[in-house]
């Protein structure tokens, strides 16, 4: 039996994502190909918090997470990997190719250039650099991450020339015609993090989860937050015991708002997540979040329910 194709990604700039993975999905082929190809767009594209233009580390250094995972339960993730263009390629071959799930900092570098990606100069882009300049003058380490896509610390994404506020973590998850489900997450994780600080975004079962019989579930926001919680793997779990993909999620950010009282109103964090029947979800803390889906029906952002009004 073939089903219809279906990706949902993070933010408004899962949209562009949406588009070269429904390339892939579109003429039959394989949910992790689509989830790879889709998010190279963001690391490739300008912005605060995908890829070797996004914002630096206290130290001006960009460092990348990434993970991706497949219809069979394999996985693999790089973390703390400088001066590399596509994190996610990288990850995928640390999947494909080694015994491991992750590799971290100089050993992925190395690694990934033994695979033949370029190593990149590791300049800041002209965004980072005046972002980055800025936050020296108040060197403030107050992890408040993008609660209204505008103007809330450090920590929050920058406006575009255009007007449009920029987007965050990608993280994409999709079911292929055969069915299968795959997905992947990258990021330069917080902006002016300390060096060597991991969020949950290459952490399988936190910033992202795959199983192949039940759903599929990736995550965005505070990374602390959603590795405390298992975020992606708690959301799978929730599924599995019957729960829609948006209940799923619902349920995990209203733990998260357990665990953290009030300090819950100064954190933002969503998840997005898909079933085995292709039914997608998603659910945040703040309003401000949103995601891409896309169908044989079209192309949708979707703004999901949150959970402070
Ligand atoms: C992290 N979850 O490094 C990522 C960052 C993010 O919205 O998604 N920000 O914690």
Not at 142 to 157: L, T
Request: with cysteine.
């Amino acid at each position: 039996v073939l089903n219809n194709p279906v990706v949902i990604s993070t933010w408004d700039a899962g949209l562009e994502a949406n588009k070269a993975a429904w390339e892939v999905l579109s003429t039959g082929g394989r949910a992790l190909d689509a989830v790879e190809k889709g998010v190279m767009v963001t690391e490739a594209s300008i912005n605060c918090c995908v890829g070797l233009g996004g914002n630096p580390d206290r130290e001006g250094r960009v460092t990348l997470d990434a993970s991706i995972m497949d219809e069979n339960y394999n996985c693999g993730s790089v973390a703390f990997l400088e001066r590399i263009k596509h994190p996610i390629s990288v990850a995928r071959r640390v999947m494909e190719k080694t015994p491991h799930v992750m590799l971290v900092g100089d050993g992925a570098q190395q690694f990934a250039v033994a695979e033949g990606f370029p190593l990149e100069s590791g300049e800041l882009s002209p965004d980072a650099k005046k972002a980055y300049e800025n936050w020296l003058k108040k060197s403030e380490y107050k992890p408040v991450i993008n609660i209204e896509n505008k103007g809330h610390g450090p920590f929050a994404p920058q406006q575009l020339e255009n007007g449009d506020w920029n987007h965050d973590t990608i993280g994409m998850v999709a079911m292929d015609a055969k069915g299968n489900l795959s997905g992947s997450c990258t990021t330069s994780g917080m902006g002016f993090k300390m060096r060597g600080r991991l969020g949950d975004s290459p952490i399988i079962g936190a910033g992202l989860f795959v199983d192949n019989e039940v759903g599929a579930c990736t995550a965005t926001g505070q990374g602390e937050d959603v590795i405390r919680v298992a975020g992606s793997h708690s959301v799978v779990e929730a599924m599995r015991s019957g729960l829609s993909p948006e209940a799923a999620c619902k349920k995990i950010i209203e733990r998260i708002v357990r665990i953290k009282k009030e300090q819950a109103k100064d954190i933002q964090v969503a998840f997005i997540a898909i079933n085995k029947k292709g039914v997608v979800g998603a659910y945040a803390l703040h309003k401000g979040f949103s995601y891409a889906v896309r169908t044989t029906k079209g192309e949708q952002l979707i703004k999901p329910k949150h959970y402070f009004k």
